[in-house]
């Protein structure tokens, strides 16, 4: 039961992760429509860029690390069947 909870919070495909960027991105962009109210001018609208960047950064680690995962999973099976 406790592995069936813990699948829950594992990205497997390009799918889910992009669902959970698009959900980190939303989160980010209305964090810096808060930012350009509560800091008007050139210092909100640096503090919304960083809020974007972080995202495009985190984003592509996700991805990179469920490609990598792909491929080593790939070679773990293709070693299974030479053994």
Same mark, same amino acid.
């Given at each position: 039961? $406790?592995? !069936? ?7 497997? %495909?390009?799918? &889910? =992760? @992009?669902?959970?960027? @698009?959900? *980190? /991105? $939303?989160? /980010? ?5 808060? @930012? %350009? ?9 640096? $503090?919304? =860029?960083? %809020? ?11 991805? #990179?690390?469920?490609? @990598? &995962?792909?491929?080593?999973? !790939?070679? #773990? =099976? *293709?070693?299974? &069947?030479?053994?």
């Amino acid at each position: 039961m $406790l592995k !069936k909870v813990k699948r829950l919070f594992v990205i497997k %495909t390009r799918f &889910e =992760a @992009y669902l959970i960027i @698009y959900a *980190l /991105a $939303l989160g /980010a962009m209305t964090r810096g429509a808060n @930012y %350009t109210q509560q800091f008007p001018g050139f210092g909100g609208y640096l $503090l919304m =860029a960083a %809020t974007a960047g972080a995202v495009f950064l985190g984003g592509a680690k996700i991805l #990179d690390a469920i490609r @990598y &995962e792909q491929e080593k999973r !790939k070679e #773990d =099976a *293709l070693n299974g &069947e030479q053994s």
